[in-house]
Antibody, heavy 116, light 110 residues
């Protein structure tokens, strides 16, 4: 069965960096476009970044452009989100999602808290 | 990348129908037939209820339906049930391989 498992979240000070991982299993990871979506406390869902099946095309929301970078390692079936220059407003649960028939599969999410 | 516009809340009695609107622009909702809808409950991952405007994934009850007219997409829940309570989000492709979500709508079953 399809599984997406995020890891790497935690508490970090403003201005610091964090890298999230999303380990995929149960499907051919290298065949699917993937995304990161976040939900800040008390707020709605926000698309963060997406990457093509082969990693050749990546896009980021304006709110994170220049600070966050999405990437993937198809040999490891893993999606990444490198988050630099973190701000308090980046505090959220971060989900990875597979792009097929909508965002058909999601991970359980990993919490990132940016606070001094 | 402006969020799509959804009503904050809708409510209905069991058995009634409710419709959630999702207003975008010609650069997102109106420009592509890639609107999807997600149910989100606290502590759980979002679940896709509708994709490609009106397609229902297997396992989603047929009381959920989607449509689009111009820059506005809609999700209708017919025969509302208690288990349908939750937050619902629309999402549209917005060009250049980007996505945009709506602000979310809280569905309450009275």
């Amino acid at each position: 069965q399809v599984q997406l498992v995020e890891s790497g979240g935690g508490m970090v000070q403003p201005g610091r960096s964090l890298r999230l991982s999303c380990a995929a299993s149960g499907f051919t990871f290298s065949s699917y476009r993937m995304h990161w979506v976040r939900q800040a406390p008390g707020s709605g869902l926000e698309w963060v970044a997406g990457i093509s099946f082969d990693g050749s095309i990546e896009n980021h929301a304006d709110s994170v452009k220049g600070r966050f970078t999405i990437s993937r390692d198809n040999s490891k079936d893993t999606l990444y989100l490198q988050m630099n220059s973190l701000r308090a407003e980046d505090t959220a649960v971060y989900y990875c999602a597979r792009d097929y028939l909508g965002l058909g599969y999601w991970g359980q999410g990993t919490l990132v808290t940016v606070s001094s | 990348q402006s969020a799509l516009t959804q009503p904050r809340s809708v409510s209905g009695s069991p058995g009634q129908s409710v419709t959630i609107s999702c207003i975008g622009t010609s650069s997102d909702v109106g420009g592509y037939n890639y609107v999807s809808w997600y149910q989100k409950n606290p502590g759980k991952a979002p679940k896709v209820m509708i994709y490609d405007v009106s397609q229902r994934p297997s396992g989603v009850p047929d009381r959920f339906s989607g449509s689009k007219s111009g820059n506005t997409a809609s999700l209708t829940i017919s025969g509302l049930q208690a288990e349908d309570e939750g937050d619902y989000y629309c999402c549209s492709y917005a060009g250049s391989s980007t996505l945009v979500f709506g602000g979310g709508t809280k569905v309450t079953v009275l």
